[in-house]
């Protein structure tokens, strides 16, 4: 029996591509030569025609290859068989059964900007189950970095810009979508100053700030463009961490990269420009795990303990499908 239903279901297959390719090509004749663009008809259509040869031999091959011969001939090969003599009927044939399975694929998945639109349907035909897309990120970072040294000032919440960019894929939903993604951004450095009269002052910067993350974001769209997501990431950041000194701090010096894991989390809302381009406003926090640095004191190495934290506030654009034509 599975072996069996295995076999019908290559045949029935086979059959709806050549079907697929015969209605192509009985839409494109009929709308060249019979519609202005507007969709008005210009004359009266012809009298029913037979398919090209080519295409008269495959569809002959799988109506039989379906069983005609032992009495049983499906009612979808009946059909076709029927409406195949005349392009016009087999291209409004071909029209309702893709719009019947759109529907009821809606009816079972959700509708929403990713997986189908509203009407079950998108200009060209049916959005795929998952599609690819990058994306570029703007924003602004509040970074805080704090370290155990009490001979070393700390930074709080210092406004810095950061960019980056993202490529990932989106896979259909229930009303919206799975997104998982690599992405990967810098921020521009941070530093803070702490001066002492007759003393000189100690300078600690952090430079050089990336992360590189795998997320995964769940987006709903309760409504036709708008909708919200949440989620977060994990991988890994760094920074080179850097203390200089004037007068007699000078003895202090230090020019050390760190790296260590990373995470963030957050959420945001989306809307849809178009059915490939959407942007997002979004809120995240993301930390680097406490790490150790070296730096020296009269030349002498010691190491002392950080931790990089930020809340962000980041503007998207994705791109969906940005290999395709876009006219």
């Known amino acids: 029996m599975r072996r069996i239903f295995f ?19 009985a839409r494109a004749d009929w709308h060249e030569a019979y519609q202005t663009p507007n969709g008005a008809e210009q004359r009266a259509a012809p009298a029913p025609t037979a398919l090209d040869p080519t295409i008269a031999a495959a569809l002959d091959e799988n109506l039989e290859l379906l069983g005609r011969g032992d009495g049983q001939e499906p009612s979808l090969v009946a059909e076709t068989e029927a409406k195949a ?25 959700g509708c929403d900007s990713v997986s189908c639109s509203s009407t079950g349907r998108r200009s060209g035909g049916l959005l795929p189950p998952w599609r690819p897309y990058v994306g570029g990120i703007v924003g602004a970072t509040f970074a805080t970095l704090d370290d155990d040294n009490p001979q070393t000032p700390a930074i709080s919440n210092e406004s810095v810009f950061t960019a980056g960019g993202t490529i990932g894929v989106a896979f259909d939903r229930p009303m919206g979508a799975l997104r998982v993604e690599f992405e990967g951004r810098g921020r521009d450095q941070i530093s803070t100053t702490d001066s002492q009269p007759g003393l000189g002052s100690l300078t600690l910067r952090a430079t050089d700030i990336w992360s590189a993350t795998i997320n995964v974001w769940r987006d709903y769209q309760p409504y036709e463009s708008l909708g919200f997501y949440a989620g977060g990431g994990l991988g890994s950041g760094g920074y080179r961490s850097t203390i200089s000194g004037t007068g007699l701090a000078s003895v202090y010096t230090g020019n050390d990269p760190v790296t260590n894991f990373a995470w963030q989390a957050g959420g945001g809302v989306f809307y849809n420009l178009t059915e490939r381009a959407t942007i997002d406003l979004g809120y995240r926090f993301f930390a680097i795990d406490e790490s150790t640095a070296v730096a020296e004191v009269f030349q002498q190495p010691f190491t002392y303990r950080e931790r990089y934290s930020a809340s962000e506030l980041l503007l998207t654009l994705r791109i969906y499908e940005p290999f395709q034509r876009w006219w």
Request: proline share 2%.
């Open 7 to 25: 076999r019908q279901t290559f045949l029935c297959l086979a059959l709806l591509s050549t079907l697929q390719i015969a209605g192509s090509a």
């Open 85 to 109: 003599a005349s392009p016009v009927l087999l291209a409004s044939f071909l029209e309702s059964v893709a719009s019947s399975f759109n529907t009821s694929r809606c009816d079972s998945v």
